[in-house]
T-cell receptor
């Protein structure tokens, strides 16, 4: 079983739609959680950290459920520029600070 | 702020040839440094990490090695490339500004 699992998609949605991505992680000792965005053939870039209480950054809302080991990302009012692959990322070892990545969910926002 | 310089951006190498990818960091000192690889359609996989000069930990058995000759320099090497070494290689740094990625090297072994 993969340590971080995501639906690969693609999710094809019209502009203005709301779309949600889910992610599960297997290691209950995981310490911190993130969503990264990766554009085609580019390096990943931090979209937002995910906090236990849930957090929002503009059109983006992230939620964490530690009991179910589940992370979500909600994007409201999708823009064409949101088209990318969204990576669920977990840090399970605060000593190494090495990140464990899901394989990503691809989003294509259509006009 | 910390920045990572990684080169080259793309590389095409024949099977059996050697490899050297270099990564340098600016704007922080004594960072943790990492090499990740992303195969086509796959997630990023941690290959090596380093917490200091000369200290290298390998995450997966493979045909590659890493070295950290200076505090802000991290090198990924191979003596003989395999076809399966093709992928997108990313250097990353954990420093004062959190986690930062280099722009990556796309390696194709032919």
């Amino acid at each position: 079983r993969k340590e971080v699992e995501q639906d690969p998609g693609p999710f094809n949605v019209p502009e203005g739609a709301t779309v949600a991505f889910n992610c599960t992680y297997s290691n209950s000792a995981s310490q911190s959680f993130f969503w990264y965005r990766q554009d085609c053939r580019k390096e990943p870039k931090l979209l937002m950290s995910v906090y236990s209480s849930g957090n929002e950054d503009g059109r983006f809302t992230a939620q964490l459920n530690r009991a179910s080991q589940y992370i979500s990302l909600l994007i409201r009012d999708s823009k064409l520029s949101d088209s990318a692959t969204y990576l669920c990322v977990v840090n399970r070892d605060t000593g190494r600070r090495a990140l464990t990545f899901g394989s990503g969910t691809r989003l294509q926002v259509q006009p | 702020s910390q920045t990572i310089h990684q080169w080259p951006a793309t590389l095409v190498q024949p099977v059996g040839s050697p490899l050297s990818l270099e990564c340098t960091v600016e704007g922080t000192s004594n960072p943790n440094l990492y090499w990740y690889r992303q195969a086509a359609g796959r997630g990023l996989q941690l290959l090596f990490y380093s917490v200091g000069i000369g200290q290298i930990s390998s995450e997966v058995p493979q045909n590659l090695s890493a070295s950290r000759p200076q505090d802000r320099q991290f090198i990924l090497s191979s003596k003989k490339l395999l076809l399966s070494d093709s992928g997108f290689y990313l250097c990353a740094c954990w420093g004062g500004d959190g986690y930062t990625f280099g722009s990556g090297t796309r390696l194709t072994v032919v």
